[in-house]
T-cell receptor
Framework: DTGVSQDPRHKITKRGQNVTFRCDPI?????LYWYRQTLGQGPEFLTY????????KSRLLSDRFSAERPKGSFSTLEIQRTEQGDSAMYLC?????????????FGPGTRLTVL | DQQVKQNSPSLSVQEGRISILNCDYT??????FLWYKKYPAEGPTFLIS?????DKNEDGRFTVFLNKSAKHLSLHIVPSQPGDSAVYFC???????????FGAGTRLTVKP
């Protein structure tokens, strides 16, 4: 399977704990995106990387959130001191950034539940 | 700010008939539009896209129409099949930034 993969698929944590999610993009893709999706809504943009550089962050990404893509391949999204409002599906997508038509391909997501 | 809107949360059609899913946007800077399909417990799957230089793009049973003056696009599925039952998201982006915006989705149910 050469699609976008995410790990873990599900995470249940207690409020105040830190969690980290991993995303492995399609191998030749240079852009990697993180989104958050809550029930009844479409995905909301959080941040994106071009190779290893983090080029944009949404205002949704509070100081408790940090993302890295150290070697321009896989990426991690860490949430510190989780809150119940962080419960959501976290989606990763990747693309080849062939502008202006930049088609993003999504992974299966990590569902986070904060108790 | 809801820059991409899908005003119909659900749509039900009979197998073999046409499904028409609608999407409106407000940002005139959007120049690339996509439709994604999502099954439960899976990530969105890319379905079809259209650039703002076109008004129609067709791929098999799926056709996307873009009306720039009305800031409206639609996805036509014909003939509809039960396997098409899923949530469909409309998305839009601008080549000036990489902030892709999604609608809230329309749940399509195709009845046998």
């Amino acid at each position: 399977d050469t699609g976008v993969s995410q790990d873990p698929r599900h995470k249940i944590t207690k409020r105040g704990q830190n969690v980290t999610f991993r995303c492995d993009p399609i191998s030749e893709h240079n852009r990697l995106y993180w989104y958050r999706q809550t029930l009844g809504q479409g995905p909301e943009f959080l941040t994106y990387f071009q190779n290893e550089a983090q080029l944009e962050k949404s205002r949704l990404l509070s100081d408790r959130f940090s993302a890295e893509r150290p070697k321009g391949s896989f990426s991690t999204l860490e949430i510190q001191r989780t809150e119940q409002g962080d419960s959501a599906m976290y989606l990763c997508a990747s693309s080849l950034a062939v502008l202006p038509t930049d088609t993003q391909y999504f992974g299966p997501g990590t569902r986070l539940t904060v108790l | 700010d809801q820059q991409v809107k899908q005003n119909s949360p659900s749509l039900s059609v009979q197998e073999g008939r046409i499904s028409i899913l609608n999407c409106d946007y407000t940002n005139s800077m959007f120049d690339y539009f996509l439709w994604y399909k999502k099954y439960p417990a899976e990530g969105p799957t890319f379905l079809i896209s259209i650039s703002s230089i076109k008004d129609k793009n067709e791929d098999g049973r799926f056709t996307v129409f873009l009306n720039k003056s009305a800031k409206h696009l639609s996805l036509h599925i014909v003939p509809s099949q039960p396997g098409d039952s899923a949530v469909y998201f409309c998305a839009a982006s601008s080549s000036n930034n990489n902030d892709m915006r999604f609608g809230a989705g329309t749940r399509l149910t195709v009845k046998p």
